[in-house]
């Protein structure tokens, strides 16, 4: 008794590598002024569809590749660049004045801006005034920003909402930054 078997022979799955590596391509493209915004949002789309090497080759044929070279000089320029900003941000981190959390069996939020009726009034140009609340929930600080004009920022990035902060952390009111203690 014979049989035969029949194989479907599909092309090899693209790896993440190969459409993160178009993705970059088309990223720099627009970063360069190469590609419109809208090109650039087809195009990925495209990329992140693409089950075929050549669907990929196809979207980025238009754009220059960069050299080994370049590559290596871009990439050592931004390590550089993200060490010196963790650096910069690290050294800042000891001269930064203290804000006390308050005590945990307050029960209050601590509201945060220029206006004096707030438990913490700063009087910045770049503080709102009503700027940011402090509060315990579920046993962590939760620091949300109340709409404010020049944002809230933990660890440099900018709170949208709300975000859980701890002691040590940096926290930024406009241009106002302290680093989070407990009494």
Do not use: C
């Not at 290596?72 to 930064?96: C, H, K």
């Amino acid at each position: 008794m014979t049989s035969s078997f029949e194989f479907n022979t599909y092309p090899a799955r693209l790896s993440d590598a190969e459409r993160d590596k178009a993705l970059k391509v088309l990223r720099d493209g627009v970063a360069m002024g190469r590609l419109s915004h809208d090109t650039f949002i087809h195009r990925m789309e495209l990329a992140l569809a693409a089950r075929r090497p050549d669907e990929l080759a196809v979207l980025t044929a238009d754009l220059p590749q960069e050299s080994r070279l370049s590559r290596v000089v871009f990439g050592t320029v931004e390590a550089v660049s993200g060490f010196t900003v963790r650096l910069r941000r690290a050294w800042q981190a000891e001269r930064l004045p203290k804000l006390l959390l308050p005590h945990p069996g307050n029960g209050h939020p601590l509201r945060i801006g220029r206006d004096p009726a707030n438990g913490l009034r700063l009087t910045h140009e770049t503080v709102s005034r009503t700027h940011a609340e402090l509060t315990r929930q579920g046993g962590v600080w939760v620091l949300r920003d109340l709409g404010s004009t020049n944002g809230t920022t933990v660890n440099g990035r900018r709170v949208i909402g709300a975000a859980v902060v701890r002691e040590g952390d940096q926290v930024g009111f406009g241009r106002m930054s302290f680093r989070l203690a407990v009494d």
